[in-house]
């Protein structure tokens, strides 16, 4: 197929609109999955091909090595012969260009590029020699100084930003003095520099306009407010438009990412900056059946800054969404595993995704797709019982049950920082190697009694040993856990060895933690021993070796996006998770929160589970959860909403059974524009009688769920499992229900 027969029948209408014209400004939203990649990607070809464009005057510019790799691979099988591609790349790595080729214009001629290392080890060197350590974190300045770079365009802007903290602006112009004395620049620098040397230099400005003719710019509602002022000066002089043509492409109903500087403000306002800028809305959706974008649709006309659209697709389908609303956490990720369970006999889970708002949520999730031997990753993030803080709890209680334990010696003696350094940990292990049969207490008794500490060490192993007192492995584990963090001032330590997001993330997942043992301590007569016995029973299985390349995802909406999945379950749509307990007070704050949640959603192509609960444990109090506000904005009759708190296993079992078996199906569009699509469900042949999962009911034995069905040349076999036990019946004798 020519590019020229793809333009004409596999684009519609309005991406037509945004890939024929040759020369002006285009503004294009492009709605969740409708094809913005392709679009933007096809203009390049066409520019090419049909207007004869040199690929040398055309440049794209993306966010990701990733987006413009594919990109690139696009653009190459559209045009399918050999010779040169348009530049495609992020911001940065084509202002680096830009800087490299004109360094001549440089204040030095030659430099290096730091690394985020070297950004914090600078810093260290300043808040050192300042007598700083105690008030301020390196990453702190460093964060500092990247704020200022992004949302600052010159000196008056940057001085607004620091107002009266002169502290910090004198750390700003230490830093950045050190950085230029040795040649140095560092990430931001890359689009500071770029964007001087356009505004300073009209000769430089006026031979790159001569030979960059055409812009592209992809995920436009992620820009800065430095990349937008960098975009102007590319295309602009003397405040009019300058090239021939300029496409950004963008939604600003997915702009996700504030905390990263992005100002969805840049594409709202874009035509305030471009007056001749045509836009183009591209509404119709290609990845999700029409119930999915109902949904979508509903949530986010309640945000009021942003361009209004409604998403549309040519698939119909019915009953795509459900809604379910469990008792507590546990509940919720029996739930998720049970659907999960059913799903992967029936079109399998590698195309299936859980979702939710921060990582500490994913603590119970994980536990019940254990229970069920559900394989899973978990993406952008690592498992729970694998993170840093937790593992340095555990460690500490581990000791308590073990303390001949080495390695949780190892982790525990220096976390939080003690002053215990490496000379410490070295008479300290070479004292144990000499008494192997010694416990790591009575070997800190020793050195204590010895003298041979110096005195801010002696009282820092004496504080170690105190942080134990009073437990041990009888001990009830939620005591033991909460004292540990009190005791070695867990908290503070976190707030101050990182940033502060960082830093309330890892506080959260503790927290989890202290629900997950309380949870624990209702189901058992829990001791110490007993709990971290469980916890190695979980690890064991986190990591055993899977037989099967099937496996469910796991992650954040943030890191969910350009993502899509057949099946998709949103977990824990409750107030004070999405949104955020952060976000509340403030409506652009709230906004983003909910365009959070239409990202999710529209992640989901073939079906979308939504799950919530009545209550959560917070503080070791179980707490009433109220469902999001954003539920609310769900019509009713969108998505059939249950109540599951009071369901057992196998009332859930026969509510996803009828969803999976009983609904119809998907109807693929006669003729689809996207040349990837293939529908996830078939058409099926005549379901047989009976199916795995299925409910039933036998006059002795009363309800029960089937495990296996064995098909005799005569009589069909079912095995079931009953609250009695497991039993192998003829068929005949069973009811459905």
């Given at each position: 197929?020519?590019?020229?027969?793809?333009?004409?029948?596999?684009?519609?209408?309005?991406?037509q609109q945004?890939?024929?014209?040759?020369?002006?400004?285009?503004?294009?939203?492009?709605?969740?999955?409708s094809?913005?990649?392709?679009?933007?990607?096809?203009?390049?070809?066409?520019?090419?091909?049909?207007?004869?464009?040199?690929?040398?005057?055309?440049?794209?510019?993306?966010?990701?090595?990733?987006?413009?790799?594919?990109?690139?691979e696009?653009?190459?099988?559209?045009?399918?012969?050999?010779?040169?591609?348009?530049?495609?790349?992020?911001?940065h790595s084509?202002?680096?260009?830009?800087?490299?080729?004109n360094?001549h214009?440089?204040?030095?001629?030659?430099?290096?590029?730091?690394?985020?290392?070297?950004?914090?080890?600078?810093?260290?060197?300043?808040?050192?020699?300042?007598g700083?350590?105690?008030?301020?974190?390196?990453?702190?300045?460093?964060?500092f100084?990247?704020?200022?770079?992004?949302?600052?365009?010159?000196?008056?802007?940057?001085a607004?930003?620091?107002?009266d903290?002169?502290?910090?602006?004198?750390?700003?112009?230490?830093?950045?003095?050190?950085?230029?004395?040795?040649?140095c620049?560092?990430?931001?620098?890359?689009?500071?520099?770029?964007?001087?040397?356009?505004?300073?230099?009209?000769?430089?400005?006026?031979?790159?306009?001569?030979?960059?003719?055409?812009?592209?710019?992809?995920?436009?509602?992620?820009?800065?407010k430095?990349?937008?002022?960098?975009?102007?000066?590319?295309?602009?002089?003397?405040?009019?438009?300058?090239?021939?043509?300029?496409?950004?492409?963008?939604?600003?109903?997915?702009?996700?990412?504030?905390?990263?500087?992005?100002?969805?403000?840049?594409?709202?306002?874009?035509?305030?900056?471009?007056?001749?800028?045509?836009?183009?809305?591209i509404?119709?959706?290609?990845?999700?059946?029409?119930?999915?974008?109902h949904?979508?649709?509903?949530?986010?006309?309640?945000?009021?800054?942003?361009?209004?659209?409604?998403?549309?697709?040519g698939?119909?389908?019915?009953?795509?969404?459900?809604?379910?609303?469990?008792?507590?956490?546990?509940?919720?990720?029996?739930?998720?595993?049970?659907?999960?369970?059913m799903?992967r006999?029936?079109?399998?889970?590698?195309?299936?995704?859980?979702?939710?708002?921060?990582?500490?949520?994913s603590?119970?999730?994980?536990?019940?797709?254990?229970?069920?031997?559900?394989?899973?990753?978990?993406?952008?993030?690592?498992?729970?019982?694998?993170?840093?803080?937790?593992?340095?709890?555990?460690a500490?209680?581990?000791?308590?049950?073990?303390?001949?334990?080495?390695?949780?010696?190892?982790?525990?003696?220096?976390?939080?920082?003690?002053?215990?350094?490496?000379?410490?940990?070295d008479?300290?292990?070479e004292?144990?190697?000499m008494?192997?049969?010694?416990?790591?207490?009575?070997?800190?008794?020793?050195?204590?009694?010895?003298?041979?500490?110096?005195?801010?060490?002696?009282?820092?192993?004496?504080?170690?040993?105190?942080?134990?007192?009073?437990?041990?492995?009888t001990?009830?584990?939620?005591?033991?856990?909460?004292?540990?963090?009190?005791?070695?001032?867990?908290?503070?330590?976190?707030?101050?060895?990182?940033?502060?997001?960082?830093?309330?993330?890892?506080?959260?997942?503790?927290k989890?933690?202290?629900?997950?043992?309380?949870?624990?301590?209702?189901?058992?007569?829990?001791?110490?021993?007993?709990?971290?016995?469980?916890?190695?029973?979980?690890?064991?299985?986190?990591?055993?070796?899977?037989?099967?390349?099937?496996?469910?995802?796991?992650?954040?909406?943030?890191a969910?996006?350009?993502?899509?999945?057949?099946?998709?379950?949103?977990?824990?749509?409750?107030?004070?998770?999405?949104?955020?307990?952060?976000?509340?007070?403030?409506?652009?704050?709230?906004?983003?929160?909910?365009?959070?949640?239409?990202?999710?959603?529209?992640?989901?192509r073939?079906?979308?589970?939504?799950?919530?609960?009545?209550?959560?444990?917070?503080?070791?109090?179980?707490?009433?959860?109220?469902?999001?506000?954003?539920?609310?904005?769900?019509?009713?009759?969108?998505?059939?909403?249950?109540?599951?708190?009071?369901?057992?296993?196998?009332?859930?079992?026969?509510?996803?059974?009828?969803?999976?078996?009983?609904?119809?199906?998907?109807?693929?569009?006669?003729?689809?524009?996207?040349?990837?699509?293939?529908?996830?469900?078939?058409?099926?042949?005549?379901?047989?009688?009976?199916?795995?999962?299925?409910?039933?009911?036998?006059?002795?034995?009363?309800?029960?769920?089937?495990?296996?069905?064995?098909?005799?040349?005569?009589?069909?076999?079912?095995?079931?499992?009953?609250?009695?036990?497991?039993?192998?019946?003829?068929?005949?004798?069973?009811?459905?229900?």
């Amino acid at each position: 197929m020519s590019f020229k027969e793809f333009f004409e029948q596999n684009l519609n209408p309005e991406q037509q609109q945004v890939v024929e014209p040759e020369k002006g400004v285009l503004i294009v939203t492009a709605g969740a999955g409708s094809g913005k990649t392709r679009v933007i990607t096809a203009r390049m070809a066409y520019l090419i091909t049909q207007h004869h464009i040199p690929a040398s005057q055309i440049i794209a510019l993306t966010f990701t090595n990733k987006a413009a790799k594919e990109m690139k691979e696009r653009i190459a099988r559209f045009l399918s012969h050999e010779g040169p591609l348009p530049y495609v790349g992020t911001f940065h790595s084509y202002c680096l260009r830009i800087l490299k080729s004109n360094s001549h214009l440089l204040p030095f001629k030659s430099f290096s590029l730091m690394d985020e290392a070297d950004q914090e080890k600078l810093a260290r060197d300043l808040i050192t020699e300042k007598g700083l350590t105690k008030k301020l974190r390196p990453g702190q300045l460093v964060a500092f100084v990247s704020k200022l770079k992004n949302e600052a365009t010159d000196d008056q802007e940057r001085a607004k930003l620091w107002g009266d903290d002169l502290f910090y602006r004198d750390l700003y112009y230490l830093y950045e003095a050190r950085k230029t004395a040795a040649h140095c620049l560092d990430f931001d620098d890359l689009l500071v520099h770029t964007l001087e040397l356009f505004k300073k230099n009209e000769i430089f400005k006026k031979v790159f306009q001569e030979h960059v003719r055409h812009v592209l710019v992809d995920e436009y509602q992620d820009t800065n407010k430095v990349q937008h002022a960098l975009l102007k000066e590319l295309t602009k002089d003397q405040g009019t438009f300058s090239l021939d043509s300029l496409c950004v492409v963008g939604d600003e109903d997915q702009s996700i990412y504030s905390w990263r500087g992005a100002t969805v403000s840049n594409i709202i306002n874009f035509s305030k900056d471009f007056p001749a800028a045509r836009s183009i809305t591209i509404e119709r959706n290609y990845r999700s059946v029409q119930p999915i974008l109902h949904i979508a649709n509903e949530v986010i006309k309640h945000n009021a800054f942003r361009n209004p659209k409604r998403l549309y697709s040519g698939r119909d389908a019915d009953d795509s969404v459900r809604m379910l609303t469990c008792q507590s956490g546990h509940q919720e990720g029996e739930a998720v595993a049970l659907f999960l369970k059913m799903l992967r006999g029936h079109s399998g889970i590698n195309s299936a995704a859980i979702l939710y708002r921060s990582h500490f949520q994913s603590r119970s999730l994980e536990e019940a797709l254990i229970r069920h031997s559900i394989p899973y990753k978990i993406m952008g993030g690592i498992q729970f019982y694998d993170r840093l803080e937790i593992k340095d709890m555990l460690a500490y209680m581990r000791l308590l049950v073990n303390p001949y334990d080495r390695l949780a010696f190892a982790r525990a003696i220096n976390k939080p920082s003690r002053g215990l350094g490496d000379k410490f940990e070295d008479l300290f292990y070479e004292t144990w190697d000499m008494m192997p049969f010694e416990t790591y207490a009575g070997i800190a008794q020793m050195l204590l009694q010895q003298g041979s500490l110096t005195a801010s060490k002696h009282e820092a192993l004496k504080d170690f040993l105190k942080t134990f007192e009073g437990f041990s492995s009888t001990s009830q584990p939620s005591k033991v856990l909460n004292a540990l963090i009190e005791r070695t001032h867990y908290y503070t330590y976190l707030d101050s060895a990182f940033e502060k997001e960082e830093a309330v993330a890892k506080k959260e997942n503790l927290k989890e933690l202290i629900n997950g043992v309380l949870f624990f301590e209702e189901r058992h007569e829990a001791t110490l021993d007993s709990f971290l016995q469980e916890v190695s029973l979980l690890q064991e299985q986190m990591n055993a070796p899977e037989d099967t390349s099937e496996y469910v995802k796991l992650m954040t909406f943030h890191a969910a996006k350009g993502l899509e999945f057949d099946t998709v379950i949103l977990s824990g749509i409750e107030e004070g998770i999405l949104p955020s307990a952060r976000s509340l007070g403030n409506q652009e704050s709230l906004e983003e929160e909910r365009r959070l949640l239409y990202v999710g959603i529209t992640r989901a192509r073939e079906r979308l589970l939504i799950t919530r609960t009545k209550y959560r444990y917070t503080y070791g109090t179980l707490t009433d959860q109220q469902p999001s506000r954003f539920l609310d904005e769900i019509p009713e009759g969108h998505a059939p909403q249950e109540d599951a708190s009071y369901w057992k296993e196998y009332e859930l079992i026969r509510y996803f059974n009828d969803w999976f078996f009983h609904r119809a199906q998907p109807v693929a569009p006669k003729s689809s524009d996207d040349l990837n699509y293939e529908p996830a469900f078939q058409e099926e042949l005549e379901e047989p009688s009976w199916k795995q999962y299925q409910p039933v009911y036998h006059a002795k034995f009363g309800q029960g769920i089937i495990e296996k069905i064995e098909q005799k040349s005569t009589s069909t076999h079912l095995t079931i499992r009953f609250k009695t036990g497991i039993k192998k019946l003829d068929a005949s004798y069973i009811t459905s229900l």
